[in-house]
């Protein structure tokens, strides 16, 4: 079964600790994506990665870091949390073959910093 | 200006009745519009995928892409109470990059 597996789903942390929030997919896709999501503004992209050590930045990338050492991998890093920082996190794995394009998110994972 | 621009509702409406959900978009180069559904507490799922202009139907479902007004459209006929959820369009461009609208939530009635 088509996966991508995000973790963990709740988190609840202090300002100023370091998290990672780790993202698995299980299709082979070279393409992943990180996405933040709050209430009007829809999903931003953060960090995205074409490639395994190919990564570039997306539209709000300040505050976090990512890294893609193996294809399947693509973890989120919030060096120092803030509380603008708090908000519902997607990783998603994206199949770009042909004409054909989707998108697979994970279960999401959401952030509180206090 | 955003690049995909939806009306983030909430929408209500009776059970059985038609639905339609629209974004517009000002990047003339996108060529793959899709539409995915979130449930409360999931993540989006794929919908509905539309390469250039034109109708797909697929059961309730109808997705237009109108390119020469820069507007697709989603049809939700017999709307049911589990169609409940955010309807998210969106687009891919360059580099495979997607850009969504911000979101409709639709609320059908039993």
């Known amino acids: 079964e088509a996966q991508v597996t995000q973790n963990p789903r709740y988190l609840i942390t202090v300002t100023g600790k370091k998290l990672t929030v780790t993202c698995s997919q299980n299709m082979n896709h070279e393409y992943m994506s990180w996405y933040r999501q709050d209430p009007g503004l829809g999903l931003r992209q953060i960090y995205y990665?074409?490639?395994?050590?190919?990564?570039d930045k997306g539209d709000v990338p300040e505050g976090y870091k990512v890294s893609r050492k193996e294809k399947r991998n693509f973890p989120l890093i919030l060096e120092s949390p803030s509380p603008n920082q708090t908000s519902l996190y997607f990783c998603a794995s994206i199949h770009t073959g042909g004409r054909n394009t989707e998108a697979f998110f994970g279960q999401g994972t959401r952030l509180t910093v206090v | 200006q955003k690049e995909v621009e939806q009306d983030p509702g909430p929408l209500s409406v009776p059970e059985g009745a038609i639905v339609s959900l629209n974004c517009t978009y000002s990047n003339s180069a996108f060529q793959y519009f899709m539409w995915y559904r979130q449930y409360s507490r999931k993540g989006p799922e794929l919908l509905m995928y539309?390469?250039?202009?034109g109708n797909k139907e697929d059961g309730r479902f109808t997705a237009q892409v109108d390119k020469s007004s820069k507007y697709i459209s989603l049809f939700i006929r017999d709307s049911q109470p589990s169609d409940s959820a955010t309807y998210l369009c969106?687009?891919?461009?360059?580099?495979?990059?997607?850009?969504f609208g911000s979101g409709t939530k639709l609320n059908v009635k039993p």
């Open positions: 969106a687009m891919r461009g360059n580099f495979n990059k997607f850009y």
């Open positions: 539309t390469y250039s202009s």
């Open positions: 990665s074409m490639n395994v050590e190919v990564t």
